[in-house]
Protein backbone atom coordinates (compact mmCIF):
# COMPACT_ATOMS: atom_id res chain seq x y z
CA UNK A 1 0.00 0.00 0.00
CA UNK A 2 2.82 2.39 1.05
CA UNK A 3 0.56 5.48 -0.87
CA UNK A 4 2.87 8.31 -2.01
CA UNK A 5 -0.18 10.80 -2.23
CA UNK A 6 -1.42 10.14 1.63
CA UNK A 7 0.50 8.01 4.26
CA UNK A 8 -2.04 7.36 7.56
CA UNK A 9 -4.00 3.96 7.08
CA UNK A 10 -4.95 0.86 9.29
CA UNK A 11 -4.98 -2.76 9.84
CA UNK A 12 -7.96 -5.52 9.36
CA UNK A 13 -8.18 -8.45 11.58
CA UNK A 14 -6.83 -9.47 15.17
CA UNK A 15 -5.71 -12.48 15.91
CA UNK A 16 -5.17 -14.08 19.36
CA UNK A 17 -1.48 -14.92 18.97
CA UNK A 18 1.33 -13.71 20.95
CA UNK A 19 2.89 -11.03 18.99
CA UNK A 20 -0.78 -9.36 19.17
CA UNK A 21 -0.41 -9.18 22.61
CA UNK A 22 -0.84 -5.32 23.89
CA UNK A 23 2.65 -4.69 24.40
CA UNK A 24 3.55 -6.45 20.70
CA UNK A 25 0.68 -4.62 19.29
CA UNK A 26 1.59 -0.83 21.10
CA UNK A 27 5.57 -1.43 20.05
CA UNK A 28 4.16 -2.25 16.54
CA UNK A 29 2.46 1.17 16.61
CA UNK A 30 5.18 2.43 17.92
CA UNK A 31 7.39 1.38 14.54
CA UNK A 32 4.41 2.39 12.27
CA UNK A 33 4.34 5.34 13.68
CA UNK A 34 8.14 5.96 13.53
CA UNK A 35 8.29 5.08 10.02
CA UNK A 36 5.65 7.62 9.01
CA UNK A 37 7.38 9.90 10.44
CA UNK A 38 10.82 9.40 8.14
CA UNK A 39 8.71 8.32 4.87
CA UNK A 40 7.26 11.84 5.29
CA UNK A 41 10.08 14.27 3.95
CA UNK A 42 10.70 11.44 1.22
CA UNK A 43 6.75 11.33 0.30
CA UNK A 44 6.72 15.04 0.11
CA UNK A 45 9.66 15.45 -1.63
CA UNK A 46 8.87 12.87 -4.74
CA UNK A 47 5.23 13.90 -4.59
CA UNK A 48 6.44 17.94 -5.26
CA UNK A 49 8.77 16.31 -8.26
CA UNK A 50 6.12 14.36 -9.23
CA UNK A 51 3.19 17.14 -9.77
CA UNK A 52 5.88 19.37 -11.07
CA UNK A 53 6.44 16.64 -14.03
CA UNK A 54 2.69 16.31 -14.41
CA UNK A 55 1.93 19.50 -14.41
CA UNK A 56 -0.19 19.91 -17.41
CA UNK A 57 -2.38 17.14 -15.64
CA UNK A 58 -5.60 18.47 -13.51
CA UNK A 59 -4.54 16.10 -10.79
CA UNK A 60 -2.15 13.52 -9.89
CA UNK A 61 -3.31 10.14 -9.98
CA UNK A 62 -3.07 7.99 -6.74
CA UNK A 63 0.37 6.16 -6.36
CA UNK A 64 0.18 3.16 -4.82
CA UNK A 65 3.62 1.52 -4.47
CA UNK A 66 2.06 -2.09 -4.22
CA UNK A 67 -0.33 -1.47 -7.21
CA UNK A 68 2.03 -1.39 -10.25
CA UNK A 69 -0.77 0.18 -12.20
CA UNK A 70 -0.52 3.22 -10.26
CA UNK A 71 3.40 3.69 -11.24
CA UNK A 72 3.16 2.23 -14.43
CA UNK A 73 0.97 4.73 -16.03
CA UNK A 74 3.14 7.25 -14.81
CA UNK A 75 5.88 9.00 -17.80
CA UNK A 76 8.86 7.42 -17.50
CA UNK A 77 10.79 10.02 -15.16
CA UNK A 78 7.58 10.39 -12.64
CA UNK A 79 7.79 6.49 -12.36
CA UNK A 80 11.59 6.46 -11.66
CA UNK A 81 10.91 9.05 -9.26
CA UNK A 82 7.75 7.06 -7.46
CA UNK A 83 10.01 3.74 -8.11
CA UNK A 84 12.96 5.42 -5.52
CA UNK A 85 10.63 6.64 -3.22
CA UNK A 86 8.48 2.74 -2.94
CA UNK A 87 12.29 1.59 -2.44
CA UNK A 88 12.97 4.23 0.20
CA UNK A 89 9.75 3.74 2.26
CA UNK A 90 10.09 -0.07 2.26
CA UNK A 91 13.46 0.50 3.62
CA UNK A 92 12.19 2.85 6.20
CA UNK A 93 9.38 0.22 7.08
CA UNK A 94 11.79 -2.95 7.58
CA UNK A 95 14.35 -0.81 9.21
CA UNK A 96 11.41 0.16 11.90
CA UNK A 97 11.08 -3.72 12.60
CA UNK A 98 7.86 -3.99 10.36
CA UNK A 99 6.90 -5.71 7.40
CA UNK A 100 5.55 -4.06 4.44
CA UNK A 101 2.55 -6.19 5.05
CA UNK A 102 2.12 -5.17 8.46
CA UNK A 103 2.79 -1.51 7.35
CA UNK A 104 -0.15 -2.26 5.08
CA UNK A 105 -2.00 -3.91 7.72
CA UNK A 106 -1.80 -1.50 10.21
CA UNK A 107 -2.34 1.25 7.64
CA UNK A 108 -6.21 -0.34 6.97
CA UNK A 109 -6.54 -0.90 10.81
CA UNK A 110 -5.99 2.92 11.47
CA UNK A 111 -8.19 4.00 8.51
CA UNK A 112 -11.55 1.65 9.83
CA UNK A 113 -10.87 3.02 13.49
CA UNK A 114 -11.11 6.40 15.05
CA UNK A 115 -9.95 5.08 18.12
CA UNK A 116 -6.47 3.45 16.87
CA UNK A 117 -6.30 6.64 14.56
CA UNK A 118 -6.14 9.04 17.83
CA UNK A 119 -3.84 6.46 19.59
CA UNK A 120 -1.16 6.56 16.53
CA UNK A 121 -1.75 10.39 16.10
CA UNK A 122 -0.46 10.77 19.80
CA UNK A 123 2.07 8.47 19.65
CA UNK A 124 3.39 10.79 16.34
CA UNK A 125 3.08 13.44 18.41
CA UNK A 126 4.95 11.50 21.43
CA UNK A 127 7.63 11.12 18.67
CA UNK A 128 7.90 14.97 17.26
CA UNK A 129 8.16 16.03 21.38
CA UNK A 130 10.72 13.77 21.99
CA UNK A 131 13.38 13.12 18.52
CA UNK A 132 15.57 10.96 21.30
CA UNK A 133 12.78 8.11 21.55
CA UNK A 134 12.52 8.15 17.46
Known amino acids: ?19 DSPTAKKNELINYARSILLMEGPR ?3 FGRIKLLLM ?4 IPQIVCNVSDSINGLPREAKIIAVKYC ?6 VEG ?16 NSDALKQEV ?5 DLQKNPSSR
Open 87 to 92: NKSQKI
Open 1 to 19: MLNITSIIGVYSGLSAKAE
Open 96 to 111: NHLTVDQFNRITQEVQ
Open 56 to 59: SRQQ
Open 44 to 46: QEA
Open 121 to 125: YNILL
